[in-house]
């Protein structure tokens, strides 16, 4: 076995600190796991161990040493309370940096997921799985504790206010009465189209977007709930194609199944069927209108659309899968991806500069 040089270690970690994006914890830990072969993973080639967590520690130190704490944040909003205990470096840099701003977004962003995933395994207490549903709502109920005792403490009294109510109605299952619906138009595939892009045109982020949209459809009859998610699940369908797949790992420099999901219900998010029906048929025509690292929803839409179904019915809606058994179209690898969609490759490696 070749010695490792410790020198060659610390060039080739300095070399690659100047190339990392500081934009996206994900796209900067793919571009480190592009060479597997690099002397930093040599200990851990030799013990046959996974490279993924030798890399994502080191982005993370390096994220960290640069003080790139928003786009953290925006990686850890999206994951789900269970694995809380990943939080606590982030949390305390933020405080340290007086950051109470990103504090209060992250607390924000997790308990409105972890509510949503409850509303999203309710439907087990149908089914006789009281445990399995009761499981979730305690991890909500956790993660707005933790929100609530950091709010209060950082002197975010009204947004503590807010968290407050908001778990004390989990807690007691006491959801507000909507009243009765103003909005008595059937859901066709237009008006879903419009009551989309009306939310996106009002919200600057993802996550806000999405929470205008659950607004919006509190206006409607239960049953046209329940007609936009079938039209969400039909649309994300449609999108389970290899040009698509494609367009979203071109874009974000690799592309993993969940993302490749978050990937689907963005692209719905923009509110634009033609640009949905380019990401199928055309997908370097479709590139024009996706940026670099696209501001991805925290996964798909249903626990949002599944929420605002059940505060207007009182019961529980469960809508297809999103997923087919594979996605349509050809089938490329990682390896053949350049040779296939060489225009993809030349039009975000000009945007991005590199």
Known sequence: MTDIDPAAVVREKQALKDALSYRSLHHDTDLVLEDTERCM???ANRAAHGLYGVASEFVLDCYYERGALEPLVKAYSGQPYRVAARFDRLLQRLEQAQRFDLIERFWTSITRLTRAEFFYQRPRR???DHAGAEEFKNYALEAFAQGIDWLTRLDRLDAARRMTEERNALRDERWPSLPAPSDLRRID?????ELIAKARSHAPTTLEQLAALGE???AFEAAEIKRFGSLYTRIMKQLYHWNVWALAYAARGGCSD???????????L??????????V????RAAELVPPEPDLPDGHCVPMIEEAYFLRKGSSLVLPSIDLDKPRGKEWTEAAFAAIYPQLVRHYACVTGL
């Open 41 to 43: 993973f040599a200990e």
């Open 126 to 128: 149908d089914h006789g």
């Open 189 to 193: 595939e237009p008006l879903f189209w």
């Open 216 to 218: 919006s459809l509190h």
């Open 258 to 268: 969940a993302a490749f999901e978050a990937f689907r219900s963005w692209l719905i």
């Open 270 to 279: 923009q509110g634009d069927p033609a640009l949905v029906a380019l990401a």
């Open 281 to 284: 048929t055309n997908p370097t």
